[in-house]
C-alpha cells in the first residue's frame, strides 16, 4: 500500500484473522515444539560465556547471507577482518 510519502508498506490485514485461525491438535503440537525449542535457546544463553557476543556473531553471519542474497560476494570472515580493521586503535605518532 502506497503510504502519504510515496513510499511502499506493508499493512498487515486487522485481527482477529479471517478465516480464523484452527486450532486443532496438529497446530498445538507444532506450538509446543516451538515454544520448547524457544525454551531450549533459551536456555542455552546461560552456558555462554558472553551471550552479547553469541548474539553479535549471529547478526553478522545473518547480514552475510542477506548481502548473498542481494549479490553481494562477501564471507563471514572478509566481513569479521573489515570490522578488526576498523577498530584497531589508533596510535599517533608524536
Excluded: C, H
Aim: charged fraction near 20%.
Amino acid at each position: 500500500m502506497e503510504q502519504p510519502a510515496k513510499y511502499q508498506a506493508f499493512i498487515p490485514s486487522p485481527l482477529p484473522p479471517v478465516p480464523e485461525i484452527n486450532m486443532d491438535q496438529e497446530m498445538w503440537q507444532i506450538l509446543s515444539q516451538a515454544d520448547l525449542a524457544l525454551g531450549r535457546l533459551d536456555g542455552s544463553t546461560d552456558a555462554l560465556p558472553n551471550p552479547d557476543l553469541f548474539v553479535f556473531m549471529y547478526v553478522r553471519k545473518e547480514a552475510v547471507f542477506s548481502s548473498q542474497i542481494e549479490g553481494t560476494q562477501a564471507s563471514l570472515m572478509d566481513v569479521l577482518e573489515f570490522e578488526a580493521k576498523a577498530l584497531e586503535p589508533i596510535i599517533l605518532k608524536i
